[in-house]
């Protein structure tokens, strides 16, 4: 079965430069959510996408931006990096948790993009 | 504010142990929470409850959901070394996004 496909799988960038992730949700899924991991830390949720639309914002940077495509591919952006923004970066996907309002589907992570900022 | 809180933060057992997670909340608007366990990469899913005294159970894993009391328990029986990893509780609120706790590092020793 297919499942959540980011890339790149690692990236090494300095400070000041910019980077993008790319996350392919499974497929139907209509919601991608991005989350931020540092060394020993628990998932920070950064922001989701519902249908293209942005749904949710949580502690992402104003240096970072994110977007969904009509594919529902997402690309989380990242410019003026900073040392701190070394981190695992996790996109994870579900599907219409909106329409059943239940709270009952599950996100399913993909195996995340190692930034590291030197 | 949203909180997951889980306990023990680590734990060491032997091989064959029986083990007891943690996990209790604070969301508005609780709609589900979930388990995961987190080895190398991306956290995979365990189990989702969303009713309370309802046991899910796979294999030697079992959860359970007390919404009155705000708290969830991951049971591991007859732990084996493939169980080391850490184990994060999340519960999704009302927007659909996951709220982590951070996390029970179990180690098994053979």
């Known amino acids: 079965a297919a499942g959540v496909i980011q890339s790149p799988r690692h990236l090494i960038k300095e400070k000041r430069e910019t980077a993008t992730l790319k996350c392919y949700p499974i497929p139907r899924h209509d919601t991608v959510y991005w989350y931020q991991q540092g060394p020993g830390q628990d998932p920070q949720f950064l922001i989701s996408f519902y249908e293209k639309m942005q749904s949710d914002k949580g502690s992402i940077p104003d240096r970072f931006s994110a977007q969904q495509f009509s594919d529902y591919h997402s690309e989380l952006n990242m410019s003026s990096l900073e040392l701190g923004d070394s981190a695992l970066y996790f996109c994870?996907?579900?599907?219409?948790?909106?329409?059943?309002?239940?709270?009952?589907?599950?996100?399913?992570f993909g195996a995340g993009s190692r930034l590291t900022v030197l | 504010e949203d909180k997951v809180v889980q306990s023990p933060l680590s734990l060491v057992v032997h091989e064959g142990d029986t083990v007891t997670l943690n996990c209790s909340y604070e969301?508005?608007?609780?709609?589900?929470l979930l388990w995961y366990k987190q080895e190398k990469k991306a956290p995979t899913f365990l189990f989702m409850l969303?009713?309370?005294?309802i046991e899910k159970k796979s294999g030697r894993l079992s959860s359970i959901l007390d919404k009155k009391e705000l708290f969830s328990i991951l049971n591991i029986t007859a732990t084996q070394t493939g169980d080391s990893a850490i184990y994060l509780c999340?519960?999704?609120?009302?927007?659909?996004?996951?709220?982590f706790g951070k996390g029970t590092k179990l180690s098994v020793k053979p």
């Open positions: 994870a996907s579900s599907f219409g948790d909106r329409i059943t309002g239940t709270g009952a589907n599950v996100l399913t």
């Open positions: 969301v508005t608007n609780f709609r589900s």
């Open positions: 999340a519960v999704k609120g009302s927007q659909g996004n996951l709220i």
């Open positions: 969303t009713s309370s005294g």
